[in-house]
């Protein structure tokens, strides 16, 4: 069964450098997904990505975040300069339309020390 | 005000009981999903609704959209049932999932 695989599983970082983490989303989908969850909360939307552009972000994606399709199959976030409240479990998604059953990768738990 | 609230949030059952969660939303949606959070953090979809029901093995799940109201059964419940089930619904305008807070489910054998 396809599955959206993100790398690598855990990241320790410190507080200011620069983060990138990797998702490959399922093949033949066109809409793709960052989510946070930062321990014991809910998960929160990070931002939206269709044909190769952002088409959605919330107001915690902000300068410090972005987002790259850099070949067709990889799809990237990453962080600049990383704070402590980044610290949280971060997931990519995929779905073959813009309303469609969402996949979800195992998540990258990113500490930031 | 949260967008999407469930109930309860922690529900305790003995193995072979009928489980229900429930979620009201306040948002006009196009679809709502039903996923599954297990202790490692991976989430898993269980169903995406947009009217009436659907079953999936031992797992129901309806939605009354007049209601904005939806819920998961799970019949005859197993320790492995255990985890976190999350109502998440996709906005009638916008390209995103606004998730609830999640009910986490222990079923003790």
């Known amino acids: 069964e396809p599955e959206v695989t993100q790398t690598p599983s855990h990241q320790v970082t410190q507080m200011g450098q620069e983060v990138i983490l990797r998702c490959v989303p399922i093949?033949?989908?066109?809409?793709f997904y960052w989510y946070r969850q930062i321990l014991g909360q809910k998960v929160e939307f990070l931002v939206s990505?269709?044909?190769?552009?952002?088409?959605?972000k919330s107001e915690i994606f902000d300068d410090q975040f972005s987002v790259e399709r850099p070949d067709g199959s990889n799809f990237t976030l990453k962080i600049r300069s990383t704070k402590l409240e980044d610290s949280a479990m971060y997931f990519c998604a995929s779905g073959a339309g813009r309303v469609a059953e969402a996949f979800f990768g195992q998540g990258t738990r990113l500490t930031v020390v | 005000k949260n967008e999407v609230e469930q109930s309860p949030q922690n529900l305790t059952a003995q193995e072979g009981e009928f489980i229900t969660i429930n979620c009201s939303y306040s948002v006009g949606i196009s679809a709502l999903h039903w996923l599954q959070q297990h202790p490692g953090g991976g989430i898993v979809s269980l169903f995406m609704?947009?009217?009436g029901k659907k079953k999936h093995g031992r797992l129901i799940a309806t939605i009354n959209i007049q209601e904005k109201h939806s819920s998961l059964h799970i019949t005859a419940s197993h320790p492995r049932d255990s985890a976190v089930y999350i109502c998440?619904?996709?906005?009638?305008?916008?390209?995103?999932?606004?998730f609830g807070a999640g009910t986490i489910l222990r079923v003790k054998s």
């Open positions: 998440a619904v996709d906005l009638e305008y916008g390209n995103k999932l606004v």
């Open positions: 609704l947009s009217s």
């Open positions: 990505f269709y044909n190769n552009e952002i088409s959605e």
């Open positions: 093949s033949n989908h066109l809409y």
